[in-house]
């Protein structure tokens, strides 16, 4: 059997639609809309990187994903200080079911973090932190998915 490559990524020829389902928050502690986003995140990504197609009904590949970790915690304590930096941690535990073979299904906890200045506002710094993390998330995720290594 070949499989369609682009970007070094492998897709079976008869997967042609995909459909990542609405990301709960079993942190609670995320942003407001940051699943969703991520969500969203993860669509255009496998849309603009593979010839698959955004289907909800009957999807050759279907992304459950939920998130699973969103916490600061502080780490690097100096002498008389609490901490110098903080550490945001984020996971998401995926499960792809490939419904044209099942032999791809994978589920897999992916992690990243960035570590922050302790004695910066976390609100003005979020929107950096998360672009870093979400790009490293969505990297992992749509690898771990397409490429064949």
Request: proline content about 5%; aromatic content about 12%; overall charge negative.
């Amino acid at each position: 059997m070949s499989c369609y490559s682009f970007k070094g990524t492998s897709i079976d020829p008869e997967v042609s639609f995909f459909n990542v389902a609405q990301i709960p928050d079993l942190t609670g502690g995320a942003p407001a809309g940051y699943p969703n986003d991520f969500q969203e995140a993860l669509s255009n990504k496998i849309r603009r990187e593979t010839r698959l197609l955004l289907r909800s009904q009957e999807p050759h590949l279907l992304f459950d994903i939920q998130l699973t970790q969103f916490n600061i915690l502080p780490q690097a304590p100096q002498a008389g200080t609490f901490s110098a930096l903080n550490r945001l941690t984020i996971a998401f535990k995926v499960k792809m079911t490939n419904f044209k073979n099942e032999k791809q299904n994978f589920e897999q906890t992916f992690t990243r973090f960035e570590d922050f200045d302790a004695n910066s506002d976390f609100t003005s710094e979020q929107t950096l932190l998360l672009n870093s993390i979400n790009k490293l998330l969505l990297e992992d995720i749509f690898n771990k998915a397409f490429t064949n290594w």
